[in-house]
Each structure stands twice: as structure tokens, then as C-alpha cells.
């Protein structure tokens, strides 16, 4: 199973979601600032602030998968005694 990484930052009051691998991202986030796509000064640590607009230059980097709910068929029985 491959790694999928998803990267949430802001620029601009702009903020945007984006899908990538493991060698992508450690490719974008370089050694050195000049090499840093984003300009990221740092990583979120914690949603206590989930408004991206106070995140500064700082990135949140969320690994997992997207998962899309399926619905649910209940039946509802009845009983009679």
C-alpha cells in the first residue's frame, strides 16, 4: 500500500489541499528555504486553531487516505405481540 500524504496551507488568505506521495512531499519541502514550496516557516502541530488563516506560513501534513462514506440501507422491523 503506497503513503498518501495531504498538505493543508494557506497564502493569502487562500487555502488549498494537496495530494501527494511520499517523494513528492519530501521533495517540495527541500533542505533549504529556497527549495521549500511553500515557504512554510513551520508545521501545525495541533487543530486548536482550525481557522488557516492564523496558521501564518505554517503547513498542517496529514498522512492516511481518502475515505468517501457509503450510505447505509436500514430496514426497520415491526413486531406485533
Same mark, same amino acid.
Given at each position: 500500500?503506497?503513503? +498518501?500524504? #495531504? *498538505?493543508?496551507?494557506? &497564502?493569502?488568505? /487562500? $487555502?488549498?489541499?494537496?495530494?501527494?506521495?511520499?517523494?513528492?512531499?519530501?521533495?517540495?519541502?527541500?533542505?533549504?528555504?529556497?527549495?521549500?514550496?511553500?515557504?512554510? +516557516?513551520? #508545521? *501545525?502541530?495541533?487543530? &486548536?486553531?482550525? /481557522? $488557516?488563516?492564523?496558521?501564518?506560513?505554517?503547513?498542517?501534513?496529514?498522512?492516511?487516505?481518502i475515505v468517501i462514506p457509503k450510505p447505509k440501507t436500514v430496514v426497520e422491523t415491526y413486531e406485533v405481540q
Amino acid at each position: 500500500m503506497k503513503k +498518501e500524504y #495531504f *498538505v493543508i496551507s494557506n &497564502s493569502d488568505g /487562500d $487555502t488549498t489541499i494537496e495530494h501527494l506521495t511520499k517523494v513528492e512531499l519530501i521533495e517540495r519541502l527541500g533542505n533549504d528555504e529556497e527549495s521549500n514550496y511553500w515557504g512554510a +516557516e513551520g #508545521f *501545525v502541530e495541533d487543530l &486548536s486553531t482550525n /481557522d $488557516t488563516n492564523y496558521w501564518g506560513n505554517s503547513i498542517l501534513v496529514i498522512k492516511g487516505e481518502i475515505v468517501i462514506p457509503k450510505p447505509k440501507t436500514v430496514v426497520e422491523t415491526y413486531e406485533v405481540q
